[in-house]
């Protein structure tokens, strides 16, 4: 298949639709309305069902009854927006419901800006919702990878029951680059004999529930969901590591802030420093594994983020004391620059910082 | 001997956990009956809200969804639109309908969604323990109005099914009562009209049902019922705001 | 002669005292010498013969307590 050029937030809807997603709920926000625009045109041609609904909740539990349903559906929001869907983010997750919801991340906290921002790293690797908890995050550094990610990931939620979040930023929607939709990787998909279809007088009533009154199952449900989330870690991590066995400085950064880093790198490079870069693509389950294959003397972890640092914590997790870790960022809808990221590494190299 | 009375398919048989004289039973009975006799249990998905209703996913013979407090009509929303050739309807209190699921209920409706609803009104949160609810009535003791409902600080209560009448997608809108046998036989007959509206794919439709809480009114069963005759009524009047013909 | 007959599952009655309420033969009262599983004094009919069938006290019973039966 040839190569089409796309902006980020309409390409999230091809890969969606190329994935057999169908229904589409969600509730305009800048700056990811240009998704809800493609799916209310492509939708309805497919035989799908774009609805605009009175708010985010409301979308977030539509999405709720049509995953419980049986369909591929998806919603997509920004931060603010992300904030109501929690009630039913939780939700899905607790009754084990298959889908997918986009964060393309603006600035916070409250109504914030509507610049690019990873702000809402913590919202969406930590919880959000209420309950013990977890969600398969993805966090695309290009166009192409985030239409691959989506495909896959309509797949992943299938596969487990579980809700999936594409974490971007406002960049990667609005950016425009070539992209090609491919079948993901085969996976033996469940059949979901658990939806509510109507009984057809055939099978027992269906029941789509979270609430497990009695203590013990409870405690049974949450013993099923954490097990499940063990797979998940055993078999869904995703990075892309470069030169880290060799580094004095491991760079790590997520999304189109590793962009910048690789930027940084590149430049670093040309005057002979030894910089390597981890740059988790889940960031649920996190890439904890990698950071061990990093150089023993490498003499620190630079964390870069549109933020004020918030996956430098599981950084810190994943060296285990190992390396000094550093943090740069920027936030507020500042980006920053591939000159302030060598600054930090050449200090780090001279054992300023 | 024929048998007149008898326990209906629509129902499981699992014993409900309400309290001694709650109608949610009469409630959930007149629902299970009304599906069984329009033939549509089987092709059947329904939504329960949060409440004392809350285990009705238990009760109901058909598949179900629990849904997050006040969204039942958004959950419902999401599966009518996947399963546009079944019958899918929510069953929702006053605390979930008329306070925390106003937004809900109402974009339901003014979209048209084609949904059911079955909307229990006892003017009160019973699940939580005999809160004031927005239907409370001026006057009416609750454990967070002590002294009764105050009109000065809360508002008289919501009349919910006049207000969804004014909306042109609600195409069915009735408030029945649960106070005697004659008006369970009515309400049973417009919960039949109203599901007809929706296989019918006319648009929405709610039935509003006067219900009792004997527990948290602090009344025997007996006396919730003249409660509900005496007080409830006069404020919630009987009868039918809106059929299909009368919404164009 | 009886021109109905009801039947009641005692042991899931919870003794709201509904049906007694409606009856328009006055035969149906809760039975105090006996406490049924749910811990409840249940409903019981005094005299059948009475029984007219006219289906109030299932009507009104929130529990699903009565079976109606009706005589041709």
């Known amino acids: 298949m040839s190569k089409v050029l796309m902006k980020g937030n309409e390409a999230i809807g091809a890969a969606a639709i190329q994935a057999g997603c169908k229904y589409f709920f969600g509730y305009p926000i800048t700056p990811q309305s240009e998704l809800p625009e493609y799916m209310a045109r492509e939708l309805p041609k497919v035989g799908g069902v774009f609805l605009q609904a009175e708010s985010e909740i409301a979308a977030i539990n539509m999405v709720y009854g049509a995953a419980g349903a049986g369909a591929r559906v998806m919603t997509s929001s920004s931060s603010p927006g992300i904030s109501l869907k929690q009630e039913g983010i939780s939700y899905l997750a607790g009754a084990e419901l298959p889908c997918l919801i986009v964060n393309i991340m603006r600035g916070g906290p409250g109504l914030g800006s509507i610049q690019p921002s990873q702000t809402d790293y913590f919202q969406a690797t930590r919880g959000g919702g209420n309950g013990d908890y977890r969600l398969v995050v993805y966090a695309p550094a290009n166009i192409q990878e985030m239409v691959d990610l989506i495909i896959e990931g309509f797949d992943v939620a299938d596969q487990y029951r579980n809700p999936v979040m594409i974490l971007g930023d406002g960049m990667i929607g609005q950016m425009m680059e070539p992209v090609e939709f491919k079948p993901p990787k085969k996976r033996d998909l469940p059949e979901k004999d658990w939806a509510t279809t109507g009984t057809g007088g055939k099978r027992k009533p269906n029941i789509i529930n979270s609430l497990y009154i009695a203590p013990e199952d409870l405690e049974a449900h949450n013993i099923k969901l954490q097990a499940k989330y063990k797979k998940i870690k055993e078999n869904e991590v995703k990075v892309e590591s470069y030169n880290i066995e060799d580094a004095d400085v491991v760079i790590s950064a997520y999304g189109t802030t590793a962009r910048i880093a690789k930027t940084a790198i590149a430049k670093l490079e040309k005057e002979g420093y030894k910089v390597g870069l981890i740059r988790p693509i889940t960031l649920w389950p996190y890439p904890y594994d990698e950071f061990k294959k990093i150089n023993p003397s490498c003499k620190g972890v630079l964390t870069v983020e549109m933020n004020t640092g918030q996956m430098v914590d599981d950084v810190k997790i994943a060296v285990e004391g190992k390396f000094p870790v550093h943090f740069y960022g920027r936030t507020g809808g500042m980006v920053p620059t591939p000159e302030a990221i060598i600054e930090n590494v050449k200090k780090i190299c001279g054992g300023e910082i | ?248 | 002669m009886a021109k109905g007959k009801v039947t009641f599952k005692e042991d899931i009655c919870k003794g709201c005292e509904l049906c007694t309420t409606v009856c328009p033969v006055k035969i149906i009262t809760m039975d105090r010498s006996k406490i049924n599983a749910k811990g409840y004094n249940p409903a019981t009919v005094t005299d059948m013969d009475k029984c007219i069938g006219c289906a109030n006290c299932a009507t009104i019973c929130p529990d699903v307590v009565i079976t109606v039966e009706r005589f041709k």
């Not at chain 2, 398919?9 to 409900?16: A, F, M, R, S, Y």
């Not at chain 2, 899918?88 to 084609?114: M, N, P, W």
């Not at chain 2, 919730?224 to 013909?245: C, Q, V």
């Open chain 2, 1 to 248: 001997m024929t048998i007149v009375f008898e326990r209906t398919k629509g129902l499981t048989d699992v014993e409900t956990h309400y309290c001694p004289g709650c109608t949610h039973g009469i409630i959930h009975r007149l629902v299970g009956e009304a599906m069984v006799e329009l033939g549509v249990l089987e092709k059947a998905i329904g939504v329960a809200p949060v409440g004392c209703s809350v285990f009705a996913y238990n009760y109901f013979n058909c598949d179900m969804h629990e849904a997050a407090h006040g969204r039942a009509p958004a959950v419902a929303t999401g599966i009518k639109r996947v399963h546009p050739d079944k019958f899918v309807f929510t069953y929702q209190g006053d605390g979930d309908l008329a306070s925390i699921g106003t937004a809900e209920i109402v974009h339901a409706a003014h979209r048209g969604e084609k949904i059911s609803t079955i909307f229990v009104n006892n003017a009160i949160y019973g699940m939580t323990g005999g809160q004031m609810a927005p239907t409370t009535l001026v006057g009416q003791k609750a454990t967070t109005a002590p002294g009764g409902r105050s009109e000065e600080h809360s508002g008289r209560p919501i009349r919910m099914s006049e207000m969804l009448a004014t909306i042109h997608g609600a195409k069915f809108v009735e408030r029945v009562a649960v106070n005697t046998p004659a008006n369970i036989r009515k309400a049973k007959k417009a919960i039949i009209e109203c599901f007809k509206v929706q296989l019918e794919g006319k648009g929405f439709g709610i039935v509003e049902v006067l219900s009792t809480c004997p527990t948290n009114w602090g009344m025997t069963a007996p006396e919730a019922m003249k409660w509900l005759e005496d007080n409830m009524i006069p404020y919630y009047p009987l009868g039918n705001f809106r059929r299909p013909e009368e919404a164009e």
